[in-house]
């Protein structure tokens, strides 16, 4: 399974994506703000891979002038009902349908991996005002919290995935982003933890990448199989999700 085909996945389960994806704690927001030296009220963004508008959403809250990018059909009109005052156009991170020099802030919340670096880096250049920033970002999987770390290695075993030993993006991603560009580059991680019913918990495996790609049977067994280990681990079936969001950010001089 190519990774590309394992991206425009997400399109053919928009529902189910904006059901049960996690969001991103305030935290995170105050983070960029201090990067930037300066508030996101008011401030150009353009959220790249926004999916549904989960990060756009929270930027907007924030008083960001926030324009919305996304290349899935299905997505993007989940997004247009979701926020059907934000802007929304189509594209992708390698080749971005924005001016030269227009935009404050590029977010890529859970979507930096599907772009090539060697046409996404020149692309945010271009984009970027001067002193503008870029912000990548993931939920990672909280390691050390065993029921978590278990499950994680279930998903990889019967989607075929190799189970990461760190949080993306590693510091390659970093030195790239440097090295490549001049630019000045900072990381953070933030833990945070969200409590849900257990069928939305359910809903978020069964929206991952290397999920979705496999056959229906496949799913529904597993997502089974996963719901009775839970309702003994959480017989009031309400699960405690940990989240470690991974964040890297560089800035234009």
């Known amino acids: 399974m190519t990774a590309d085909s394992r991206a425009h996945s997400f399109n053919a389960a928009a529902d189910q994506y904006a059901a049960g994806r996690p969001s991103y704690p305030p935290a995170l927001f105050a983070l960029i703000e201090q990067f930037m030296s300066r508030p996101l009220a008011g401030a ?34 989940r997004f247009h009902t979701m926020l059907p005052d934000v802007p929304i156009v189509r594209g992708d991170g390698n080749a971005l349908p924005l001016a030269d020099a227009s935009h404050d802030l590029l ?20 984009v970027l005002l001067p002193g503008g920033a870029l912000a990548i970002w993931w939920n ?6 065993p029921w978590i770390r278990a499950q994680h290695e279930r998903i990889a075993h019967h989607s075929g995935a190799r189970p990461p030993s760190r949080a993306r993006p590693d510091d390659s991603d970093a030195i790239r982003l440097a090295g490549l560009s001049g630019l000045r580059v900072a ?13 939305t918990h359910l809903a978020n495996i069964g929206s991952r990448s290397a999920f979705l790609v496999l056959a229906e049977d496949d799913k ?4 089974s199989e996963e719901r009775g280990r839970l309702r003994e681990m959480f017989p009031d079936e309400v699960v405690e999700e940990t989240y470690v969001v991974d964040l890297l950010m560089a800035a234009r001089s």
Do not use: N
């Open 44 to 77: 150009r963004v353009a959220d790249v891979g926004a999916g549904t508008g989960i990060a756009t959403a929270l930027l907007r809250e924030r008083g960001a002038d926030v324009i919305g990018v996304e290349p899935g059909d299905a997505m993007a009109a």
């Open 107 to 126: 977010t890529y919340a859970q979507s930096w991996q599907w772009t090539d670096t060697a046409r996404s880096v020149p692309e945010v250049l271009r």
């Open 140 to 145: 990672t999987t909280a390691f050390d919290v």
């Open 187 to 199: 990381r953070r991680r933030l833990r945070w933890s969200r409590t849900v019913p257990l069928d």
């Open 220 to 223: 529904r067994a597993f997502l």
